[in-house]
């Protein structure tokens, strides 16, 4: 079945809408383009001009996706892209043309080529090595109170980050875990993100043992882990208002700090729940689009610790 929905002044075929994504769910490639549609307007500002990566799920969310960084073929003349070098795993490198989701059509025609969740760069095109914001990636232990570890952990960064004077707003993942971001001025470079956020991290690590870890090995790992190293060029996590690959097809909602208590769970919020809190709070992650915090003293403030 092929369904059209007109965004604004485009029009975009959705070609097999009935196909389902979630089995365990129903939900179809169609409910999450109309979806997307209706939280476009929210998400965008979110994606635009920054190099997209497509995360691919052709048949459903219970087979292995694909990554495509290089724009498709085929794409529509109104998606535009921008080129970039990258440097693959396997070694050498190559240029790619990116895909750009710089309107709520674009959103859309994302979800016709089976993505999901929406994944762009945290730097922009005119400044690719100037993140915007530095992310903690919380991830809980496999654990009945893993998330509400979690939750604590969340606090922790929080109260570090006012320690060094720095705002930061929060994000249930979508999955099991929390993201915690820091809006930045576009002065840093990504090793700057890298070493603020380890350095952080580190110190949680060293205040709550056996609460908070830095430990990447599973095996290894006691606590809660705070990822820093989810802060550097080209890496991407699921944007805000991004639908996830997970039972009951959970998105990655912002919340107000005070709303993120111990009766919150990973997976309190569908695409309905997204929808209702646009309406009622406006988008919560707003102002993490202007930046405008300065990451050096910070750093500068935390190298002087270390030192003694």
Not at 203 to 232: C, F, I, M, S
Not at 249 to 273: C, I, M, N, Q, Y
């Amino acid at each position: 079945m092929t369904e059209e929905l007109r965004i604004g002044r485009r029009r975009v075929r959705v070609t097999s809408a009935d196909r389902v994504l979630f089995p365990a769910d129903g939900v179809t490639k169609g409910d999450l383009a109309a979806y997307y549609a209706d939280v476009g307007p929210a998400l965008v500002p979110h994606l635009r001009d920054r190099p997209f990566t497509l995360k691919r799920y052709p048949h459903g969310i219970d087979d292995r996706p694909y990554f495509a960084k290089q724009a498709p073929k085929g794409k529509p003349s109104w998606v535009p892209t921008r080129q970039f070098r990258t440097w693959p795993r396997e070694g050498g490198s190559r240029l790619v043309d990116f895909a750009l989701v710089n309107e709520p059509a674009a959103l859309v025609w994302m979800v016709q080529m089976n993505c999901v969740d929406m994944n762009a760069w945290y730097s922009r095109v005119d400044k690719p090595e100037r993140p915007d914001y530095v992310v903690f990636d919380l991830d809980p232990p496999e654990s009945r109170n893993g998330f509400a570890q979690a939750i604590r952990v969340a606090h922790l960064v929080r109260g570090a980050l006012e320690e060094l004077e720095l705002r930061s707003y929060v994000k249930t993942s979508g999955a099991d875990g929390i993201h915690v971001l820091v809006p930045i001025t576009r002065r840093s470079s990504y090793p700057d993100a890298y070493e603020f956020a380890e350095r952080v991290s580190r110190g949680l690590e060293a205040e709550n043992p056996g609460l908070v870890t830095t430990e990447w090995l599973k095996k290894k790992r006691r606590g809660v882990l705070v990822d820093h190293r989810q802060n550097g060029h080209g890496k991407t996590i699921a944007s805000v208002y991004s639908v996830r690959p997970k039972p009951g097809a959970p998105v990655s909602t912002p919340l107000h700090w005070e709303e993120l208590g111990e009766k919150v769970k990973p997976r309190d919020f569908g695409r309905r729940e997204a929808l209702e809190r646009i309406e009622r709070h406006g988008d919560l992650f707003e102002p993490v689009l202007h930046g405008g915090q300065a990451l050096g003293p910070a750093l500068r403030r935390l190298r002087a610790e270390a030192e003694s």
